[in-house]
């Protein structure tokens, strides 16, 4: 398999130095700069091609795209957003001009990835991501006070949200808002405002899990033709957490969701993004099992684990020592990987890493998730699982 780095672009305070020395050889990036629904050029491609694949170090070379983002249109009324389809292909014109032919996007509705907490101090001291149930309830409830949120919650989880918000200071309900609502890095939804949250969700009503589902398949239908002619793999990635949140629908949680979208998109370049720490937060899902059985359409893979709660709650762990069966599910994407010609090998990257060591010193600009020392130590454990296993 092919080891990449996910890398923010020239404002990460991670450096192409720093991925070359934790020993990728590939890079995932993004034009994060380009605004949510407007088409790339090949000129904004080229130039961030430049930056990472030129200059006398070691070669690095931009394989993969994490994201080009769904506009709100098109996961809101499917195949009629032709407009914003239409430059979502058009993105993909310019990646395949430039010999980018693996693309990551994600379906998720007004919010992308969610955290109530994003720095949560772990016993040794480093500080992990975490979803707290109670917090987010909080948040439903007391903060956006989401009209039938209280459905969405039992009576103890309603008694430990309303006590979580009143300890809450001005701050912290302002932390909490950030945390939820304003994007964490990567994000391919826009950040929203209390009040821009809740005409988001409006616009939503009519939108169930059905609704969602069909949108997303008239999306496949009308890009994988196209991206099939490019040579581009679409990548999807799975919910993150795997559930519904603010009584909006998600419909990439699970195996089964993955097949009813192969079942009714076919296409070879209708693929995967197999997330074992999304997928690893639901506690329904087998994560060997999903590898075993969608193992042809995964093109790319994110490693990470997370440890979860009873009550839904989860944090992310170290990245062999979570709920995920790492090692098994390593054996799983070998084989599938073995089975490949050189030009399908599957990329993976080490993903979410702690904030630990010096990437804790006050003064050090970091990503929440994407530090440079807690992704190493990942890619470091992950490459010697790998390197075991070969050898076995
Ligand atoms: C979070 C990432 C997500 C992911 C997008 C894929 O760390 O997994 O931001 O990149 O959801 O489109």
Request: net charge negative; glycine share 6%; with cysteine.
């Amino acid at each position: 398999m092919r080891e990449s780095w996910r890398w923010f672009g020239p404002d990460d305070p991670v450096s192409l130095d720093d991925v070359r020395q934790a020993g990728a050889r590939e890079v995932v990036t993004a034009l994060h700069q380009v605004p949510i629904g407007e088409a790339w050029t090949v000129a904004e491609v080229e130039e961030r091609k430049r930056i990472i694949e030129s200059g006398p170090r070691s070669r690095l070379d931009w394989t993969v795209v994490e994201s080009i983002p769904i506009p709100d249109d098109v996961k809101r009324t499917g195949g009629v957003a032709t407009r914003s389809i239409a430059a979502w292909i058009a993105s993909l014109e310019a990646l395949a001009a430039c010999g980018i032919r693996i693309v990551c996007y994600n379906f998720m509705p007004v919010v992308d990835w969610c955290r109530t907490d994003l720095e949560w101090e772990l016993p040794n001291g480093a500080r992990a991501m975490r979803f707290d149930l109670a917090r987010f309830a909080a948040f439903e409830l007391h903060i956006l006070q989401r009209p039938g949120a209280e459905r969405d919650f039992d009576a103890a989880t309603r008694a430990r949200a309303k006590a979580v918000y009143e300890a809450m200071t001005e701050d912290d309900v302002a932390a909490l808002v950030t945390n939820i609502a304003s994007a964490l890095p990567g994000s391919t939804t826009e950040p929203l405002t209390i009040p821009a949250f809740r005409d988001k969700l409006a616009a939503y009503r009519d939108v169930d899990a059905a609704v969602l589902r069909r949108h997303l398949v008239e999306f496949l239908q009308a890009v994988t033709p196209r991206a099939e002619a490019l040579g581009v793999t679409l990548t999807l990635h799975p919910d993150d957490p795997p559930r519904p949140l603010f009584g909006l629908p998600r419909v990439a949680s699970s195996g089964d969701d993955y097949a009813a979208l192969f079942d009714a998109v076919p296409s070879p370049a209708n693929g995967m993004c197999y997330c074992t720490g999304s997928l690893g937060a639901g506690p329904a899902n087998d994560l060997p099992a999903i590898a075993r059985r969608f193992g042809p359409r995964i093109a790319f893979a994110h490693l990470r684990a997370t440890r979860r709660e009873a009550d839904g709650s989860f944090y992310e762990s170290d990245h062999l020592d979570g709920e995920v069966d790492m090692v098994a599910v390593l054996k799983v994407l070998l084989a599938e990987d073995r089975a490949r010609t050189a030009d399908r090998k599957i990329v993976f990257r080490s993903d979410h890493g702690h904030r630990m060591l010096d990437d804790l010193r006050p003064t050090k600009r970091t990503n929440p998730g994407y530090t440079a020392i807690g992704r190493l130590r990942g890619l470091a454990e992950l490459r010697g699982v790998i390197r075991a296993l070969e050898a076995g």
